[in-house]
């Protein structure tokens, strides 16, 4: 399943890590993070058939910076709300990414089905995504289990993310209707697809968008 679990941890510094494994290869996440707090990664790349890095339950006052994913599923906060009771994600800075290639760029995921979960104060920065399919993606029906996911999502920042779309839709929100999510902006995003503008599509999702969104926000 994982190469790299950090689990229980304080302070922990992850430099110049290689992974690799192919990209048609199940479960396979490079590095899951959780119930730790004080986590660095940095300068690191990892190639992969599931997350690149995982960030489940309990992740808090984490730094992912120069960090590579391709092939693989992006970097992912969750599987959030899996259980009722559950520790939330927060203070997460995710900075000088590049996805090459990639099921998914930056996604919060969480199951479809009631939960006391979070993830909040969250940073994505400076990213470039080529021929991604999923370049930004919030998704709170995982799994479908035909319920409204309990997690909640608040204040996400994604700023300067730019690159191309292996999908028309670049941008998709797909929240909660329990609890939308709320406090999303995007400050300065240019995905395109097909070197034509992509599009964005949103689902109980409320923010702002500073300088130049593109596509279009929906918020």
């Known amino acids: 399943m994982f190469h790299v679990v950090i ?33 660095t990664v940095v300068n690191t ?15 808090a006052n984490l730094r992912i ?16 709300g899996k259980n009722v009771n559950e520790p939330g994600v927060q203070n997460v800075t995710v900075k000088s990414t590049t996805f090459t290639g990639t099921t998914n760029g930056l996604r919060i995921k969480s199951w479809g089905k009631p939960s006391n979960g979070f993830a ?3 940073l994505f920065q400076h990213a ?18 035909m319920q409204a996911s309990g997690v909640r999502v608040s204040d996400v920042t994604y ?4 690159g191309t779309s292996a999908t028309q839709v670049a941008v998709n929100f797909d929240c909660s209707k329990r609890n939308p999510c709320k406090g999303i902006r995007l400050d300065n995003v240019r995905l395109t697809y097909n ?3 992509a599009v964005a599509s949103c689902a109980n999702a409320d923010g702002t968008t500073i300088g130049l969104v593109q596509p279009g926000s929906c918020l």
């Open 128 to 145: 470039t995504m080529n021929n991604v399919q999923n370049p930004i993606f919030i998704d709170q029906l995982l799994r479908r289990c």
């Open 65 to 80: 910076e120069n960090f590579a994913c391709g092939p693989g599923h992006g970097i992912s906060i969750g599987s959030l």
């Open 195 to 197: 070197s034509k503008p």
């Open 45 to 59: 790349k990892v190639a992969t058939g599931d997350d690149c890095v995982s960030i489940g339950p309990g992740a």
């Open 7 to 39: 689990n229980f941890c304080r302070n922990v510094k992850l430099q110049g890590v290689r992974i690799s494994a192919p990209g048609n290869s199940p479960n396979t996440d490079g590095i899951h993070i959780q119930m730790s707090t004080g986590v």
């Open 120 to 122: 909040r104060n969250i």
């Open 159 to 162: 700023q300067d993310i730019h």
